[in-house]
């Protein structure tokens, strides 16, 4: 059965940086266009960044320049770098393929303070 777990979300003042991590199993890991989320309380979940199988990316234009996807096939980990973090950052992160969704992770909650 497949499963998403996400990690790396924590506390981070404005302008700061975090790593997340979400490792992927039950899945080919290497064929799949794989994504980030967010979701804050009361709104659609948002799609932030995306990474294809060859690995081109895009991202939405809110954390552009500021955040940064990418992948390890062998460690079946997706990534995401942001820096320059602001508090309309705050929400829970989730990872999940960009077709055919899987069951959502409980995400990592990341918390910009300003």
């Known amino acids: 059965q497949a499963q998403l777990v996400e990690s790396g979300g924590g506390l981070v003042q404005a302008g700061g940086s975090l790593t997340l991590s979400c490792a992927v199993s039950?899945?080919?890991?290497?064929?799949?266009?794989m994504g980030w989320y967010r979701q804050v309380p009361g709104k659609q979940r948002e799609l932030v960044a995306t990474?294809?199988?060859?690995?081109?990316?895009t991202y939405a234009d809110s954390v552009k320049g500021r955040f940064r996807i990418s992948r390890s096939n062998t460690k079946r980990t997706v990534y995401l770098e942001m820096s320059a973090l602001k508090p309309e950052d705050t929400a829970v992160y989730y990872c999940?393929?960009?077709?055919?969704?899987?069951?959502w992770g409980q995400g990592t909650q990341v918390t910009v303070s300003s």
């Open positions: 999940n393929r960009l077709v055919s969704l899987l069951n």
């Open positions: 039950g899945i080919i890991f290497s064929g799949n266009d």
């Open positions: 990474i294809t199988s060859r690995s081109v990316t």
